[in-house]
Nanobody
Framework: VQLQASGGGLVQPGGSLRLSCVAS????????MGWFRQAPGKEREFVAA????????YYADSVKGRFTISTDNAKNTMYLQMDSLKPEDTAVYYC???????????????????WGQGTQVTVSS
């Protein structure tokens, strides 16, 4: 499967962005998916995850209540709606996917098999 992330950009603090991740290849419904980010000089960290059915989501504490992960099976696309952005949200954001038959979500980057190329998000005034 191939993942293509997009939607990053420059936004002021308090603003919003929506990231998209389009998946090609195997049936989208069989994937559990997630978003990670990596800021300069820091390790990649978990942001949000969603189960294959879309029925279960999980967020890092740092983004809970501000970010929303979702999927659109008809479009083979995962989204990350980011609101109330802060300068500390500045990072390259990566989408990830793994085949899953159990309906779980996953928070470790070692859990995922496929990765997108990353999209830059910069929050600055």
């Amino acid at each position: 499967v191939q993942l293509q992330a997009s939607g990053g950009g420059l936004v002021q603090p308090g603003g919003s962005l929506r990231l998209s991740c389009v998946a090609s290849g195997r049936t989208f419904r069989t994937y559990a998916m997630g978003w990670f980010r990596q800021a300069p000089g820091k390790e990649r960290e978990f942001v949000a995850a969603i189960s294959r059915s879309g029925g279960t989501t999980y967020y890092a504490d740092s983004v809970k209540g501000r970010f929303t992960i979702s999927t659109d099976n008809a479009k083979n696309t995962m989204y990350l709606q980011m609101d109330s952005l802060k300068p500390e949200d500045t990072a390259v954001y990566y989408c990830a996917a793994r085949f899953d038959y159990r309906g779980y979500y996953y928070t470790g980057d070692d859990d995922y098999e496929y990765w997108g190329q990353g999209t830059q998000v910069t929050v600055s005034s």
